[in-house]
């Protein structure tokens, strides 16, 4: 009996932390990366393990593969910070209340855009934009990730089954944020050419940041991938609105608990609601001015003729 109570004593008094710091870091490489922060909390000893710049760099380079070949967006931003930043879903309010409206605007945007089919990577791209020109603040907001005429694709797939990240990364400021809803919020056909375009889409501080993934038609590989930003009203952001929506993003806190994608969705679809009862109004407001106009022509028809026959 004794032994046997030595034995459960030995077992009640051992811990994880009791394991070899090189077998407790393996197995911390294997969470992702809400796990590793949650088990960064419990100890001083895990913390300091969760700490590890290689293992977020890991874990970035598993999540968005198109960092791989371009390791300037890991140096500029630490790999623990660009997860944080990039990895939940910016608050929609964010810039609503003029956050970084009096701050410099990014100089540089640098995109990091990832395709998923069925979870597994597809495609990816990094995209330099320099965004200081007079011509890119004054023009429509416009990212082109992939744009060729020959499928991305070597074998057909299913739209609707198509995930998408679209990580923004500011070089100076070091922070990051992810414009993408990651599933899509619709999915379409293009009335002329017949292709399919699939959309992902953020609301933030009252526009739409979208990004359109079309696919051609019957192949269903891809052909373009880009993301555009409109207002309230359907009209295209300008490269000055959209950059300060950005850098508010980046500093707002961001969305957790798994309920991005539900909210990014839910509000998607109460802008395109708001957007279509705006553009009502706007017709009925159009229609009765046209018939004011109409009526108080009309009047000075009648009038004039009136004058004419009276006199």
């Known amino acids: 009996m004794a032994p046997g109570r030595e034995e459960e004593k030995m077992v009640a008094t051992t811990t994880?932390?009791?394991?070899?710091?090189?077998?407790?870091?393996?197995?911390?490489?294997?969470?992702?990366g809400r796990s590793l922060a949650a088990a960064s909390c419990a100890t001083a000893r895990l913390r300091a393990l969760a700490a590890d710049p290689e293992t977020w760099r890991a874990l970035c380079l598993a999540e968005w593969p198109s960092m791989a070949g371009h390791p300037r967006l890991l140096s500029v931003v630490p790999p623990r910070r660009l997860f944080a930043d990039a990895f939940p879903f910016p608050r929609p309010d964010a810039g609503e209340l003029g956050g970084g409206g009096g701050?410099?605007?990014?100089?540089?945007?640098?995109?990091?855009?990832?395709?998923?089919?069925?979870?597994a990577p597809l495609l990816s791209r990094v995209v330099e934009t320099p965004a200081s020109s007079p011509w890119f603040l004054g023009s429509p907001f416009r990212v082109e990730a992939v744009e060729c005429k020959k499928p991305a694709a070597e074998a057909a797939l299913s739209p609707a089954e198509l995930e998408l990240s679209w990580v923004v990364v500011d070089p100076a400021r070091g922070r990051a944020v992810n414009v993408s809803s990651r599933r899509a919020v619709a999915v379409d056909r293009h009335w002329y050419t017949g292709e399919t375009l699939v959309r992902f889409a953020v609301v933030l501080?009252?526009?739409?940041?979208?990004?359109?993934?079309?696919?051609?038609?019957?192949?269903?590989?891809?052909?373009?991938?880009?993301?555009?930003?409109?207002?309230?009203d359907g009209a295209a952001a300008s490269g000055e609105r959209s950059l300060r929506l950005l850098a508010a993003a980046m500093e707002?806190?961001?969305?957790?608990?798994?309920?991005?994608?539900?909210?990014?969705?839910?509000?998607?679809?109460?802008?395109?609601?708001?957007?279509?009862?705006?553009?009502?109004?706007?017709?009925r407001r159009e229609a009765l001015i046209d018939l004011c106009c109409s009526a108080a022509s009309a009047m000075a028809v009648l009038s004039f003729v009136a004058a004419v026959v009276l006199r």
């Open 16 to 32: 994880i932390e009791d394991l070899h710091a090189d077998v407790l870091a393996r197995a911390l490489r294997r969470l992702d």
């Open 103 to 119: 701050g410099p605007l990014p100089s540089e945007l640098v995109s990091a855009v990832d395709v998923y089919y069925r979870g």
């Open 205 to 232: 501080g009252g526009c739409k940041f979208e990004t359109t993934v079309t696919c051609s038609e019957g192949a269903g590989n891809i052909s373009e991938v880009s993301l555009a930003v409109q207002d309230a």
């Open 252 to 283: 707002e806190q961001r969305i957790g608990g798994g309920r991005e994608r539900d909210e990014a969705k839910r509000r998607y679809d109460e802008f395109v609601k708001s957007r279509k009862g705006r553009k009502e109004s706007k017709a």
